[in-house]
């Protein structure tokens, strides 16, 4: 009896593969149907490496030695692309996406799909697209992040390359500058949230808070930090990934750590484990700091599609404060969203959600109801397995 599923590729470019919750759902919902494999990068970092014979880290050697070899060999083939931009002007274009890194990667994804003929490619971003479109393969364009540097790397991209497209939303969708994308038939809107089921245990109103996700300056924590400071009622947890000098700020709040309104756990944590934690909080954060020059430099990137924590958050009941037009909070009334983020503003909000606890956190459940990652990624699913 042959085996007549399809085989499909994903190409994930990034070295935070166990905090990306889309390409995990994906992964989840296609592999009974077809052989799925992941590509991607391994940042011991960034979060532990999930072990499943599918996923496979193109940065993860059997030996030192071999690593170096690598590592010499990518270096060497830079220098050598670095003189053919130079002698040869269309190489500007052909190579600008590659860095040292991807020359690197892309001889790995290549050797690899010798080995697993790929029916369907998915490419998330520009870098593993570009090399498809190098090697004459089609594939699926997988937009996450919308940065400039992105969305320059993006004009290269050749449409007739692409079969369809999988973006956040509609707003993001029209931020593209792939030419001749909008004419492009097949668009599949998918937003970074889990399977919607609702919790046996519901959130309860209180004064506990939690910031998941990257605890990077950009994504403001450290607005939470000075608000417990200066309000004396609140505890909060960070549990994330640490992007920032967390050490520094384990010793700025050690009076608050030693009092117990402050836990910083950066350790990954499974699913269910995460979950558990959250459902002890009653409030999250999930915002942006445009003042930082980072997200200044990309606003409409970060304030056109919010975080996945925020639809973890609002697949527990718990309401969430984040960024002012975030519509995904505001159409459901799932919460507050803020233009500032000063000390006053966000205790105004938290006292907001408590004072009609039950009311926001049934909202909150609405909205994750309604952005459920099945339902969403459906159409797309029966159009590649198709």
Not at 176 to 203: D, S
Not at 283 to 302: L, N, Q, V, W
Request: hydrophobic share 40%; aromatic share 14%; with cysteine.
């Amino acid at each position: 009896m042959t085996n007549d599923k399809k085989r499909i590729v994903i190409l994930f470019p990034y070295p935070w593969f166990p905090q990306a919750p889309t390409i995990l759902g994906l992964y989840d919902y296609l592999k009974g149907k077809a052989e799925v494999k992941i590509l991607t990068l391994y940042n011991p970092k960034r979060g532990s490496i999930l072990d499943n014979p599918d996923f496979i880290y193109l940065n993860q050697y059997k030996t030192r030695q071999k690593e170096w070899f690598e590592v010499k060999r990518s270096y060497f083939a830079y220098q050598l692309l670095k003189l053919k931009r130079i002698i040869w002007r269309r190489a500007e274009k052909k190579y600008k996406i590659l860095n040292t890194d991807w020359l690197l990667y892309g001889h790995a994804i290549k050797k690899y799909l010798k080995q697993f003929p790929a029916d369907e490619i998915i490419a998330v971003d520009p870098a593993p697209a570009f090399l498809c479109q190098r090697w004459g393969k089609s594939y699926h364009f997988l937009s996450t992040e919308l940065q400039t540097e992105r969305l320059m790397e993006m004009k290269d991209l050749d449409i007739a390359s692409i079969r369809s497209v999988i973006i956040q939303n509609e707003q993001r969708f029209n931020l593209l500058t792939i030419e001749g994308v909008k004419q492009l038939n097949h668009v599949f809107y998918i937003q970074n949230a889990p399977v919607f089921k609702m919790p046996e245990k519901r959130t309860v109103p209180s004064n506990r808070l939690i910031f998941a996700g990257g605890l990077w300056d950009g994504f403001g924590f450290k607005h939470c930090l000075a608000l417990i400071r200066k309000y004396k009622k609140y505890t909060l947890t960070l549990k994330g990934t640490p992007l920032s000098d967390i050490e520094a700020c384990k010793q700025e709040y050690a009076e608050e750590i030693k009092e117990g309104r402050l836990v910083i756990d950066t350790a990954y944590a499974s699913k269910k484990d995460f979950d558990e934690l959250l459902q002890e909080h009653s409030i999250g954060f999930s915002f942006y700091d445009t003042g930082h020059p980072e997200i200044a430099k990309s606003k409409e990137h970060y304030l056109t599609a919010p975080s996945g924590k925020m639809f973890t958050y609002f697949g527990l009941g718990i309401p969430v404060i984040g960024s002012f037009g975030l519509k995904e909070i505001d159409s459901f009334e799932a919460g507050i969203t803020l233009q500032d983020f000063s000390l006053d503003s966000l205790n105004a909000a938290i006292e907001t959600i408590l004072a009609d606890y039950s009311t926001y956190s049934a909202n909150a459940l609405k909205a994750s109801s309604f952005y459920s990652f099945d339902k969403m990624v459906k159409p797309f699913a029966d159009f590649i397995l198709d």
